[in-house]
Nanobody, 120 residues
Framework: QVRLVESGGGLVQAGGSLTLSCGAS????????MAWYRQAPGKQRELVTG???????NYADSVKGRFTISRDNAKETVYLQMNSLKSEDTAVYYC??????????????WGQGTQVTVSS
């Protein structure tokens, strides 16, 4: 019964801003590393940004300085603040939760995605 549900996608003009949210249930949220991926038509899914259970962050070079990832463990939610949006940011954005346990056990969950469209 693990569920990740993204929200906040939509249409925005180039140069504008948008905030995505991902609410989680069925996991011990504070133990998981969280990430945002995106996939444009005809392209591979790519890692946009991640935040560990210890709140360390990393960003793809293409979004560094424009996007910010954050998490609220009390609300079991991860956020993606997107500023200075470009047409190249148009994609379906996916939320990911991952935990690596003992004996090679990996717990990996995905949301259904939310569409972000940046118009020129």
């Amino acid at each position: 019964q693990v569920r990740l549900v993204e929200s906040g996608g939509g249409l925005v003009q180039a140069g504008g801003s948008l905030t995505l949210s991902c609410g989680a249930s069925g996991i011990t949220f504070s133990m998981y590393d969280m990430a945002w991926y995106r996939q444009a038509p005809g392209k591979q899914r790519e890692l946009v940004t991640g935040i560990t259970s210890g709140s360390n962050t990393n960003y793809a070079d293409s979004v560094k300085g424009r996007f910010t990832i954050s998490r609220d463990n009390a609300k079991e939610t991860v956020y993606l603040q997107m500023n200075s949006l470009k047409s190249e940011d148009t994609a379906v954005y996916y939320c990911n939760a991952r935990y690596e346990g003992n004996w090679g056990r990996v717990y990996d969950y995905w949301g259904q995605g939310t569409q972000v469209t940046v118009s020129s």
